[in-house]
């Protein structure tokens, strides 16, 4: 790029927010524009279903850099307007409110949204990605009363945690034999279905909710072939899917669980590239494409899209990291665990730890409490995980 070019990222999170100030670390001296969904700057999103749900934590804090950083930066903000249209040909791309925006070089950080069925889809229940989302959450937990949590991954766990410290009564319902199972195997699982369950979560396994209504006494929740459950409060948190309609009409674009990418972040589209939560790059540590829902990930791919955007060659191969906090417990992970076909556990006297292996390499690594054991694994898969394939 030069330096009469004009960049525009659209996303308000981490890989758009990290993308702009890269690009000015490294020099970049032409037009920046930043278009967000939402009607604030880019704020720390893992705080949605941790701290803005037991507290009101100031600005400065959930903010990723204060607002007078953009303007010092010379990056424009174009808050409360989506993109609507990538026209790829013309290098345009529309927006909400009826401006076109032309860019040299474009960003797509625009993230997930979260799953909602329609089968669970009633006036009321309550979905968690936004701080909108989370203040009105917030609100009703003020009340106690029961709260019915639809999942049992990372959002699930956050949110029955705060939920229990807030005087609510807990249920949870995982479909699958035990929470996490996807990701850290069903031995770890069980570890951690016991731990809910100390804390005073009534969790319930296999559990597969086919509908939820509301009527004046509250919600009630049907479970294949087990009794309903009622509840004053309803969270769906069953994961997200990449905030990708807005380019279906897009057809230099590859859209497969997520805007694909080479492992540098370009797209098929020239002067394209994607970041984030719905990028699906290709991942030269495992040979194959992946998509990471990874706040730190999202940080360091918006890093990386910088680079090449100013024309780096430089993969991007990261080491997968991601924690937790539920029940007063750190649940940490590194590398890559869900499709291991080994793992070793151990009990440490912190918590349970596990090794994961494919074939005869590690490739991830996951424990309670023991941040030393995870910077180990993570310093082993450093020399470990070499890339499978080479840039072209």
């Given amino acids: 790029m030069t330096g009469r070019d004009r960049v525009v990222l659209v996303g308000g999170g981490p890989a758009a927010w990290r993308c702009g100030f890269a690009l000015r670390e490294r020099g970049f001296e032409g037009s920046l524009m930043l278009v967000g969904e939402e009607p604030r700057p880019p704020y720390d999103r893992t705080m949605v279903s941790k701290d803005l749900l037991t507290r009101e934590p100031p600005e400065a804090e959930l903010a990723l850099s204060p607002h007078g950083a953009y303007a010092?930066?010379?990056i424009e903000l174009r808050l409360g307007v989506a993109a609507t249209r990538l026209d790829t040909e013309r290098r345009r791309v529309q927006l909400s409110d009826g401006e076109v925006?032309?860019?040299?070089?474009?960003?797509?950080?625009?993230?997930?949204?979260?799953?909602?069925?329609?089968?669970?889809?009633?006036?009321?229940?309550?979905v968690l990605r936004t701080v909108q989302h989370a203040e009105r959450f917030a609100r009703e937990l003020e009340?106690?009363?029961?709260?019915?949590?639809?999942?049992?991954?990372?959002?699930?766990?956050?949110?029955?945690?705060?939920?229990?410290?807030?005087?609510?009564?807990?249920?949870?319902?995982?479909?699958?034999?035990?929470?996490?199972?996807?990701?850290?195997?069903?031995e770890i699982g069980r570890r951690i279905e016991r731990m809910h369950?100390?804390?005073?979560?009534?969790?319930?396994?296999?559990?597969?909710?086919?509908?939820?209504?509301?009527?004046?006494?509250?919600?009630?929740?049907?479970?294949?072939?087990?009794?309903?459950?009622?509840?004053?409060?309803?969270?769906?948190?069953?994961g997200i899917a990449p905030a990708t309609d807005w380019l279906l009409d897009a057809p230099a674009l590859e859209l497969d669980d997520g805007v694909a990418t080479d492992d540098c972040c370009r797209t098929r589209a020239t002067g394209v590239?994607?970041?984030?939560?719905?990028?699906?790059?290709?991942?030269?540590?495992?040979?194959?494409?992946?998509?990471?829902?990874?706040?730190?990930?999202?940080?360091?791919?918006?890093?990386?899209?910088?680079?090449?955007?100013?024309?780096?060659?430089?993969?991007?191969?990261?080491?997968?990291?991601?924690?937790?906090?539920?029940?007063?417990?750190?649940l940490q992970w590194v590398g890559e665990t869900a499709d291991a076909d080994r793992v070793e556990v151990e009990d440490l006297e912190s918590g349970p730890a596990a090794r994961y292996w494919r074939g005869d390499r590690l490739c991830g690594g996951f424990a309670v409490d023991a941040p030393r054991f995870v910077g180990g694994l993570r310093r082993e898969l450093e020399l470990e995980l070499q890339p499978t394939t080479t840039t072209t």
């Fill in 72 to 74: 010092d930066a010379g």
């Fill in 101 to 126: 925006e032309p860019y040299d070089a474009l960003l797509i950080a625009t993230g997930g949204r979260p799953r909602l069925p329609e089968s669970l889809r009633c006036p009321g229940v309550h």
């Fill in 143 to 186: 009340r106690g009363g029961r709260v019915v949590i639809v999942g049992g991954g990372l959002i699930a766990g956050e949110v029955a945690t705060a939920a229990l410290a807030r005087g609510a009564e807990v249920t949870m319902l995982e479909a699958l034999e035990t929470p996490l199972a996807r990701g850290v195997g069903v």
């Fill in 197 to 238: 369950r100390d804390a005073g979560v009534d969790l319930r396994v296999g559990a597969v909710v086919e509908r939820i209504t509301r009527s004046a006494a509250g919600y009630e929740v049907a479970i294949a072939g087990a009794a309903a459950v009622t509840a004053d409060s309803v969270v769906v948190a069953i």
């Fill in 273 to 330: 590239f994607a970041a984030g939560d719905c990028a699906r790059w290709s991942n030269r540590l495992l040979g194959r494409l992946t998509r990471v829902e990874h706040w730190d990930t999202a940080v360091r791919h918006g890093e990386a899209a910088a680079a090449s955007m100013l024309g780096a060659k430089e993969p991007f191969c990261p080491i997968p990291f991601v924690w937790s906090l539920q029940h007063g417990r750190r």
